[in-house]
């Protein structure tokens, strides 16, 4: 379903073009650059896209790299906002002085680390709407605990408009309600974090829209009674590493034209309608071109445990070029299905104007209500494991795969549209349910498709012959038994993806194509293409 975005863009079109000037310092994420990168970027044409990041091996993460910043400190005991701030004994005492300190609306020659003492950070100290401040790679924007993760706690939440390059470390967000948004921001960077709606009293508990170069790490990111996080027309990124988990819908999704972005080694678990799901359902009028045909591009899924929850473990609503491999799932779709595969959802949301010049520039959509009838293509589940144990399976099906179908007329879409396109699942062990637990196919994958059909899809993956031997997943050691019917056996080659076939009206840019992923979850190098699952 469509969400209204809850905050609306507050500054003329001017700014929102300055926003775009620091896009193209697009550097690798890691390794660090062998020199510093320059300290301002050129500013992009208006609707240009950023070149596309490099995708960071497995374990890698975003790299600061060498920067030119100006410490301010603060202490929310002992600190005092007529003081310097300069050092700890002349630290400020509440964050949204050392926030007025930083200047705003240009570009920063200058970066600016606000060190925070540990201590609590009533939402009195702290700022309501952190907006326009525009660092760069050289001269980023730093919130730092400073004696280390966990110990700077905000007791209210960040809401981030038209920021760029700023960098959140170590610290909590425990608001009890929604933790972090950010609209019409680049670069940002959310580190060794707990961000906490509470018992799902957040709506949601991250929210990132109309924003590029977005990266969560390391982090344990929950309680909404919608999703841990919601990406909506987010470009470039990655979402590394984290605990996601306690939501009522679901824990993670990317929709709304998002694209490029890696989600991997992460623990994704006990939410609602879905684990993590690539695409889902957006308003026409909150994508940004040329992103404005899918639901998502060039997602990368991989070495990600995610269990116990109601809906299916992974999905895809809608997307182009998706790569959903070695993941393990464990007690997955109680209530649906264990892995969906369907199509997205598109509609306008009461902006009809932008809407209509969205469907003009060639994107799929209209002035309309919601519909479902986004289609997919080139998307491969391969060598994942779907493990539901014995007295455990998802409720209907393995999988749901949707039939073609006529998408509106005017959309741009292309009839049928199919969910099915270029749909290769294999090399999976799959264990769920009883023998004859049906496929799921719901008029998808017929005996037609040459890459996706019954009786390929029973060949090409172990559907409830293997009973997975991993050490303990019941205590949380999805490893394989060294030596088990896991550890011995081989994985399928997966195919690279190619971009010439990428919707050209407008035209997006192409992503990666190389769909090898080189080591597991834990670090270790795969021999050849390893086995099934994460570890």
């Not at 990266?215 to 009674?225: F, K, Q, T």
């Not at 293509?377 to 179908?405: A, C, E, M, T």
């Amino acid at each position: 379903m469509i969400k209204e975005l809850r905050f609306r863009i507050l500054f003329l079109t001017v700014i929102s073009v300055v926003a775009l000037f620091a896009l193209a310092a697009c550097a690798p994420i890691a390794p660090p650059p062998a020199t510093a990168p320059p300290a301002t970027a050129p500013p992009a044409t208006p609707g240009s896209p950023p070149a596309p990041g490099v995708t960071p091996g497995v374990g890698e993460r975003y790299s600061i790299g060498t920067i030119n910043v100006a410490d301010i400190w603060v202490d929310p005991v002992s600190g005092s906002d007529t003081n310097s701030g300069a050092t700890r004994t002349q630290a400020l005492r509440s964050v949204g002085e050392a926030w007025r300190r930083v200047p705003a609306s240009v570009v920063l020659t200058q970066g600016y680390r606000i060190q925070l003492v540990a201590g609590e950070y009533p939402e009195s100290s702290l700022v309501n709407y952190w907006e326009n401040r525009w660092g760069t790679a050289t001269n980023p924007i730093i919130l730092n605990a400073v004696d280390g993760p966990h110990t700077a706690v905000f007791r209210s939440d960040m809401n981030v408009f038209n920021t760029r390059y700023l960098y959140v470390i170590g610290v909590d967000i425990l608001p009890n309600r929604d933790a972090f948004h950010c609209e019409q921001c680049s670069y940002i960077l959310l580190r060794q974090m707990e961000l906490s709606g509470g018992a799902r009293s957040a709506h949601e508990t991250i929210k990132v829209n109309q924003s590029n170069h977005v990266y969560i790490e390391d982090s344990n990111i929950h309680g909404a009674d919608d999703n841990s996080i919601d990406f909506v027309a987010v470009q470039y990124g990655h979402i590394r590493g984290n605990r996601i988990h306690d939501a009522q819908d679901w824990c993670v999704y990317t929709k709304g034209g998002s694209a490029y972005i890696s989600v991997s080694e992460n623990e994704i678990f006990n939410c609602g309608t879905g684990g993590f799901t690539s695409g889902q359902g957006t308003g026409f009028e909150f994508m940004t071109s040329p992103w404005l045909h899918y639901e998502a591009y060039g997602i990368s899924v991989t070495n990600n445990i995610i269990h116990d929850t109601e809906g299916a473990g992974l999905g895809v609503n809608g997307g182009y070029n998706i790569l959903m491999a070695y993941n393990t799932l464990y007690r997955v779709g109680s209530r649906s299905h264990a892995v969906e595969f369907v199509h997205g959802a598109r509609g306008c949301d009461g902006d009809t104007a932008t809407c209509a010049a969205h469907q003009s520039a060639g994107g799929w959509g209209g002035t309309g209500a919601e519909g479902q009838f986004i289609p997919s293509k080139h998307i491969y589940f391969f060598n994942n494991i779907v493990y539901n144990p014995i007295g455990f399976q998802s409720r209907w099906s393995h999988f749901s795969v949707h039939g073609p179908l006529t998408p509106p007329s005017q959309s741009n879409v292309a009839s049928p549209a199919r969910a099915d396109e270029d749909l290769r699942i294999a090399g999976n062990i799959i264990y769920n349910g009883p023998a004859d637990l049906d496929l799921g196919l719901e008029d998808g994958c017929a005996s037609s498709n040459p890459t996706c059909n019954s009786t390929q899809l029973r060949a090409d993956n172990a559907i409830n012959t293997i009973l997975p031997q991993l050490v303990n997943p019941a205590g949380g050691d999805y490893s394989p038994v060294a030596g088990g019917n896991v550890a011995t056996r081989a994985s399928v080659v997966i195919p690279s993806f190619s971009w010439s076939d990428a919707p050209s009206v407008p035209a997006v840019p192409g992503g990666s194509t190389n769909n090898a992923v080189g080591r597991n979850r834990s670090g270790a190098v795969r021999s050849g293409w390893g086995w099934p699952g994460a570890y």
